[in-house]
């Protein structure tokens, strides 16, 4: 079973960076893509950001392209999201995802094998 466990959510002004991070049990995790979503109030989950399981391969949803990145530590077995230029429209619960497929092919379609519990992104204006 592989488990990952976001950190580094908060409160942050317009315009701010944040940086999560997702921390990931198991063994395999170098073998699996690592991604994010997040679920803002009264909307469906969205994807945001994934990266293949060596790292070489990332992949963004137009409205963070540019501002967020995503990078991982096999080493750590941690994926980040790097978060720049943030804006209120971002204010959600982000999810860090695992997909066993090494380049995110279930993940990109909205389904993952697995969820973190989340955690809170709020920004102000």
């Known amino acids: 079973q592989v488990q990952p466990v976001e950190s580094g959510g908060g409160l942050v002004q317009a315009g701010g960076s944040l940086r999560l991070s997702c921390a990931a049990s198991g063994r395999a995790f170098s073998r699996y893509a690592m991604g994010w979503f997040r679920q803002a109030p009264g909307k469906e989950r969205e994807f945001v950001a994934a990266t293949s399981w060596y790292g070489k391969s990332t992949y963004y949803s137009d409205s963070v392209k540019g501002r967020f990145t995503i990078s991982r530590d096999n080493a750590k077995n941690t994926v980040y999201l790097q978060m720049n230029s943030l804006k209120p429209d971002d204010t959600a619960v982000y999810y860090c995802?695992?997909?066993?497929?090494?380049?995110?092919?279930?993940?990109?379609?909205?389904?993952?094998?697995?969820w973190g519990q989340g955690t809170q992104v709020t920004v102000s204006t």
């Open positions: 995802a695992i997909d066993r497929d090494q380049f995110a092919v279930s993940m990109r379609k909205g389904r993952p094998d697995y």
